[in-house]
């Protein structure tokens, strides 16, 4: 059975940081491109963070650039996201997910066409 399991959420102060993992299981994803979205309350699910296959290229939404780094550990089957500077309009549940090919499209940024996506983490950002 295929799985991403997200971890790393929590509370921070504004100005903090937390480091999200995205742990993959059931199949290798080193060659699939993988993506970060959030879904804050009362809002659709938008895009935050993707990174090509071995790392060879990173995307980023306009609201988290110098910010939010996405890495990878395909040794470890792991996506990262390490969030700093956080502000309290980051306050979302933050899900990742696998595409069907190793480079990452602009087309899954409306969160279609891809293949498998974790339960979400909760990260709240206090002012």
């Known amino acids: 059975q295929v799985q991403l399991v997200e971890s790393g959420g929590g509370l921070v102060q504004a100005g903090g940081s937390l480091r999200l993992s995205c742990a993959a299981s059931?199949?290798?994803?080193?060659?699939?491109?993988m993506g970060w979205f959030r879904r804050a309350p009362g809002k659709e699910r938008e895009f935050v963070a993707a990174i090509s296959w071995m790392g060879v290229g990173t995307a980023y939404a306009d609201s988290v650039k110098g910010r939010f780094t996405i890495s990878r550990d395909s040794a470890k089957n792991t996506v990262y996201l390490q969030m700093n500077s956080l502000k309290p309009e980051d306050t979302a549940v933050y899900y990742c997910a696998a595409a069907p090919t190793s480079y990452w499209s602009s087309d899954y940024g409306n969160s279609r066409g891809l293949d498998y996506w974790g339960q979400g983490t909760q990260v709240t950002v206090s002012s």
């Open positions: 059931g199949r290798t994803f080193s060659t699939s491109a």
